[in-house]
């Protein structure tokens, strides 16, 4: 199933809208450009799985935009592991 998603929150948005997370945000992009050398040019995006603010970058720029497999999640305090985007169909709640 592929990572589809309607509308994007670009990661200047997401810096403007959470004035507290700027530093983070920025350093999460560069950590991920780092483990993922093919999306030097790509445009990132903030997504949030599991409570955790989320990097990821767009694999196509035409809606439905799909996300690339990789995500970096970061919160204030740290930027945690890459991991792997499953897309699961779920009830909203």
């Known amino acids: 199933m592929?990572?589809?998603i309607?509308?994007?929150y670009s990661v200047s948005?997401?810096?403007r809208d959470n004035p507290a997370f700027t530093e983070q945000t920025e350093k999460a992009v560069q950590y991920f450009?780092?483990?993922c050398p093919n999306s030097q040019d790509a445009t990132f995006?903030?997504?949030k799985v599991e409570n955790y603010?989320?990097?990821?970058y767009l694999a196509d720029e035409?809606?439905?935009y799909t996300l690339a497999e990789m995500i970096a999640p970061f919160d204030k305090d740290r930027i945690c592991p890459i991991q792997g985007?499953?897309?699961k169909y779920a009830f909203k709640k």
Do not use: H, Q
């Open 2 to 4: 592929k990572n589809n």
């Open 6 to 8: 309607d509308e994007i």
């Open 13 to 15: 948005e997401f810096m």
């Open 33 to 35: 450009k780092g483990y």
């Open 45 to 47: 995006v903030v997504i």
């Open 53 to 56: 603010n989320c990097i990821a």
């Open 62 to 64: 035409f809606t439905p």
């Open 85 to 87: 985007l499953e897309t």
